[in-house]
């Protein structure tokens, strides 16, 4: 890392993030944000990167850009930053003519997607046009009019979990919402990223969560689940966990609509539980 330009992320395969970055973005939008003290920076980002913005321009008081860059940095803050917002790609840079860091990011589809399906952009290449059409399918299939939003929730739980195969060859499309979609087959990203676009689609607020799933032989793995917003308070959904897999024909209920501390038997979060909102009770105990 530069004394100049910071990295968020790395490119995943062999394109590098500088061209990625220099690929621009769907829409062309730049956000131009003021904070008076340091505290203020992580949240003021967040919010904007909510909106999907590919260029940002956090302004910083007189004479501390060098002292909240250099803050920045050597923080583990962009950790938080990417576990709570869709950017795929992102780099950070001093903009002294501007007395701004300006950060410049890329997004994944399931979140060009979320933004469109909320408004918050008009227009979006055709991968994300055929993930919106693929979602709609789907929802059509198994949502019925007159549900309560606990009721869709379970029936896209139950759709993905039932037409879903995990991919233990772990290939490229099953990272995505296109392996459940389009292939069937996903691993755990897939499923909560289509979990994410299906209830967005339905009005229902969701978010990805990342960390790790621990097992009772006490080995764990990277993990990535749900949490997801019904009736004013939110939940925890792994619709991977609860797929009838591994030889097992019942479909499962036990990280359905759950609290932190239920869920927390057997999953951890990999960044402090603060960026996430908490889940304080199961909607469905004992199901």
């Not at 233990?168 to 459940?180: E, L, M, P, R, W």
């Amino acid at each position: 890392m530069s004394a100049e330009t910071g990295l968020l992320t790395v490119s995943t395969g062999s394109q590098d993030v500088d061209s990625y970055i220099g690929a621009g973005p769907v829409y062309d939008t730049v956000t131009d944000v003021y904070i008076d003290s340091y505290a203020e920076l992580l949240p003021a980002l967040m919010q904007a990167m909510r909106g999907h913005s590919p260029t940002v321009y956090v302004h910083v008081p007189d004479g501390s850009l060098r002292d909240y860059y250099d803050r920045f940095r050597d923080s583990e803050d962009y950790r938080g930053l990417c576990r709570m917002t869709d950017m795929e790609h992102g780099t950070y840079r001093r903009d002294a003519e501007r007395g701004a860091i300006r950060f410049d990011f890329t997004y994944q589809d399931y979140g060009m997607a979320k933004a469109f399906l909320e408004g918050k952009i008009e227009t979006a290449s055709q991968g994300v046009y055929d993930l919106v059409d693929a979602a709609r399918k789907i929802s059509a299939s198994c949502v019925a009019p007159g549900m309560t939003d606990a009721e869709i929730v379970k029936a896209l739980h139950d759709y993905i979990a039932n037409t879903t195969r995990y991919d233990k060859d772990h290939n490229a499309a099953s990272f995505s919402a296109n392996g459940v979609f389009y292939n069937k087959s996903a691993v755990c990203e897939g499923y909560s990223e289509a979990m994410c676009i299906l209830c967005y689609l339905n009005g229902i607020d969701c978010r990805i969560v990342t960390g790790y799933g621990w097992h009772e032989d006490g080995t764990y793995e990277l993990h990535a689940w749900n949490k997801v917003k019904v009736g004013g308070a939110w939940y925890n959904v792994d619709a991977t966990w609860d797929d009838p897999a591994g030889g097992r024909d019942i479909l499962r209920y036990d990280y359905f609509l759950v609290s932190d501390d239920t869920l927390g038997r057997d999953h951890t979060f990999d960044t402090d539980p603060v960026f996430w909102p908490a889940a304080y009770g199961d909607y469905y105990a004992g199901m």
